[in-house]
């Protein structure tokens, strides 16, 4: 029983002894808020909107981590992943409580970024490091204030419709060029209980954009939601009734999915990717649905893209494009110089560039010419020809332009337009009260 004891005792005290350590190892990291460890080793934290890491953008971004990690072992890269409007949500939190991480993914829009510049929370980058990346005339104007950079915008984005052309074979429907088309190839579809088109209705971010495409096809100009939103014009014009007008009459023949004000981004995505839409209104960033093992191989090789539908007044090379987000640097990180060289890295021609294009994830916000291979999906290609198509381009989103608070009431009078809690002249009173009170922050 003596011996039982003693056995027991020396193994208690073992345990109480690695326990110690292990306590010990846990608040040594726990405390190091920056610069290297003990052991020379640098932790870099890296939060992303891209939260699905095995394809796509998300897939891409993690791979050129793990690799740059292989190549700097004394560097450890911690990512963290939201969804958009969720990501938005952490990114308020973050910056309340001064603990931005090291590097993050930025929006260079007014409503995002300019928050963020105001309150110096961002690192000014050197723009002359980056004078050989080949980034696209006018590309770096939204990550810019003052003559000053504070990030890289990673792709070029254009709003477009992607249609599944099996269904549309199956149904005798031929691709819409006007508006009116458009119209009449939801009648077919809903008579065959198709859902017509896709939206995430829920997060409400991509009506705004589509109500920019709808006022150009009704006027020929780009520019009148701009002009509305700096008081040189008014949302209660004829004009914009007449484009929420559209919008209504759209929503009421059925032209969205069933409960679409209860999709998010994934389940819009979902719902087309497993052949249960036809149409799919997103930007250019979802190009990697032809690639995407999630859907099946019917979907991946009859996905397509078509341009917004024009009129008599807006022609399908007038395009909602602009560039999409990026990355910046937080001016509190203690790991300044890491990120930095990080972020230079990442944007090398060799690997984002190459990478994104030829994994079809997205258009680059950099010249991307000497990348294309021949084998290109049939989707990049039709991408391709419409970019370069564009005659005229929306530029950054109206809903970009504005406040934060501003944006969120714009997003929403959008959904109770399209949910008939406003009327067309009751939705245009409200975008113009919501403006002048932005015109007043």
Avoid at 64 to 90: F, R, S
Avoid at 154 to 178: C, G, M, Q, R, S
Avoid at 308 to 336: C, H, L, Q, R
Avoid at 364 to 380: I, K, N, R, V
Wanted: charged share 25%; glycine share 8%; net charge negative.
């Amino acid at each position: 029983m003596g011996k039982l004891k003693s056995l027991l005792t020396m193994l208690l005290s073992i345990m109480v002894i690695l326990s110690l350590a292990a306590c010990g190892t846990e608040n040594s990291t726990g405390d190091n808020e920056g610069g290297a460890d003990d052991e020379g080793k640098v932790t870099l934290t890296f939060f992303s909107a891209n939260p699905d890491r095995s394809v796509g953008v998300g897939k891409v971004e993690q791979e050129i981590i793990d690799v740059y990690m292989e190549e700097n072992p004394n560097i450890k890269i911690e990512v963290e992943a939201l969804q958009d409007e969720q990501y938005k949500n952490k990114i308020k939190i973050y910056s309340s409580t001064n603990k931005l991480p090291d590097i993050m993914h930025t929006w260079g829009q007014e409503s995002f970024i300019a928050p963020l510049i105001d309150n110096d929370l961002l690192l000014e980058l050197n723009q002359e490091d980056y004078a050989d990346y080949g980034f696209v005339n006018g590309s770096l104007d939204g990550y810019s204030k003052g003559g000053k950079t504070y990030g890289l915008p990673k792709n070029a984005d254009l709003f477009v419709l992607y249609y599944n052309k099996k269904i549309f074979a199956e149904n005798n429907i031929e691709i819409p060029k006007t508006q009116n088309e458009l119209l009449d190839v939801i009648g077919k579809l809903r008579a065959e209980n198709i859902n017509p088109i896709s939206i995430n209705g829920m997060d409400g971010w991509s009506l705004p954009i589509w109500f920019e495409y709808v006022l150009q096809r009704e006027t020929g100009d780009f520019s009148k939601m701009d002009k509305a939103l700096s008081r040189e014009d008014s949302f209660t014009s004829e004009e914009f009734i007449k484009a929420a007008e559209f919008m209504k009459t759209l929503a009421d023949a059925g032209g969205f999915q069933d409960g679409f004000l209860t999709s998010d981004y994934g389940a819009a995505r979902n719902l087309f990717g497993q052949e249960q839409a036809a149409m799919y209104l997103m930007g250019s960033w979802e190009m990697g649905l032809a690639a995407d093992e999630n859907f099946s191989e019917s979907f991946r090789e009859n996905v397509g893209v078509m341009p917004y539908p024009s009129t008599d007044k807006g022609s399908v090379n007038d395009v909602a494009a602009w560039f999409g987000g990026g990355y910046s640097i937080s001016n509190n990180s203690k790991n300044k110089e890491e990120a930095v060289k990080f972020l230079q890295y990442f944007f090398k021609q060799e690997n984002w560039v190459k990478s994104s294009w030829q994994s079809g994830a997205t258009i680059p916000a950099q010249q991307f010419d000497s990348y294309l291979t021949g084998d290109e999906t049939e989707l990049q290609n039709d991408l391709i020809e419409l970019f370069n198509s564009i005659e005229t381009s929306s530029g950054t989103p109206v809903l970009d332009k504005g406040t934060p608070e501003f944006k969120e009431e714009i997003m929403q009078q959008h959904q109770q337009l399209l949910s008939d809690q406003l009327s067309p002249e009751d939705f245009v009173e409200q975008l113009d009260d919501a403006a002048e009170k932005n015109n007043n922050k």
